[in-house]
């Protein structure tokens, strides 16, 4: 139900609530205050729980498609040159989440983690056309048995002050599965050959381990990033 990320800020944050609403209940006597300071506890804590949820999705473990990680926007398409491991051109699909959006990022394939890598680095807001390179980050490569290497990069926001990655070289990995999560607010890059098929739109709104990102094909195509 909820996230293993979130259990320490959940158990926090509901042991303040709880304070905060006894206590002022006996030591607030402004009745408008007193509900005040009640319902923005609730609501704080509510907002926490809402972040850390994690939806339990099955998906079908197809080798010819490539999942969405994470839920959110599609916020760019295009070709763009990657240089931290391919050093070639690739296809950018990147997905924005807002705080409202479900935070766990999953693995978009199966395969096997080639390179796994953490980056430190700034806070742009991640929509920021440099925080691909510029914010604290990972980066992770998985081989597959059809599009070959994939690689998708977990990037932090102007909110986000932590990056989990459970990906470690050498582990197989399966489609849909959790591969790590990004606390308060982010963006997720997949990096993907040049001749696979875009199955999404700019600001289309997706969902991990459900929504096809790209598909296999054997030949180029022509494709329309509109």
Known sequence: ????????????TFFIVVAVVLLSGFYVTNEWL??????VAVAILILILQFFRNPKRSANNLFDEILAPVDGKVVVIEEVLETEYFNDKRLQVSIFMS??????????????????????????????????????RTTVVIN??????????????????RIVNYAE??????????????????????????????AVK???????????IATYVDKHEERDFT
Not at 1 to 12: A, D
Not at 202 to 212: E, F, R, S, Y
């Open 1 to 12: 139900m909820f996230h293993k990320e979130g259990q320490t800020i959940i158990l926090t």
């Open 34 to 39: 007193r509900w005040g300071l009640q319902i």
């Open 99 to 136: 705080p409202f959006n479900v935070h766990v990022t999953r693995y978009p394939i199966s395969g096997t983690i080639k390179y796994s890598k953490y980056h430190p680095g700034k806070y742009l807001v991640a929509w920021h056309p440099k925080s691909s390179t510029d914010n604290e």
């Open 144 to 161: 597959t048995p059809k599009f070959g290497k994939i690689l998708y990069r977990q990037i932090a926001g102007a909110m986000a002050r």
């Open 169 to 198: 070289e050498g582990e197989s990995v399966h489609q849909g599965e959790d591969s790590g999560f990004i606390k308060f607010g982010s963006r997720v890059d997949l990096l993907l050959p040049l001749d696979c098929g875009i």
């Open 202 to 212: 700019l600001n289309q709104k997706v969902i991990g381990a459900k929504t096809c």
